[in-house]
């Protein structure tokens, strides 16, 4: 065991691969993988930058998607967003720690609206939704006569 394990910490060197599975706004799971590999059509191993855990949700309240990304052992500094209206991608670099991600934005959002936030190895973007998440917009009913 090296000394960086020893205290905590990862050794650089250290692979990571995983899936997030939640539920989106619509009730469908999305299944998105993480990690800094990836598995090839010939059963290899491809090392390269990070992937984040990413997880979306939709602030109904605020009216908002919030894109949360675990990025740590950088700083503010060091992190890159760019968003349209259909994605965000996140870069970030410090040292060997190297995170890239795009995002698919599955909600109309204002891409000027966006705001970030980076906290202990947490960046929070919060986008406002163009269109009310659809549970706020009230379903019509049809009155039903009981015989």
Avoid: C, H, W
């Amino acid at each position: 065991m090296d000394n960086q394990a020893r205290k905590g910490k990862p050794a650089p060197n250290t692979l990571y691969y995983g899936y997030s599975v939640n539920i989106g706004p619509d009730g469908r799971p999305r299944i998105r993988e993480f990690g800094n590999v990836r598995p090839t059509s010939s059963g290899q191993l491809e090392l390269g930058s990070r992937e984040p855990f990413i997880e979306t949700t939709v602030d109904e309240r605020e009216n908002v998607l919030k894109v949360v990304a675990e990025m740590p052992g950088v700083q503010k500094e060091d992190i890159t967003t760019e968003v349209t209206k259909d994605y965000l991608t996140i870069n970030a670099e410090r040292g060997e720690r190297k995170y890239n991600t795009t995002v698919s934005l599955n909600e109309e959002v204002d891409p000027n609206s966006a705001r970030a936030t980076y906290n202990n190895g947490i960046l929070e973007v919060k986008l406002k939704l163009k269109n009310p998440p659809s549970s706020q917009q009230k379903p019509r009913g049809v009155n039903v006569k009981i015989e």
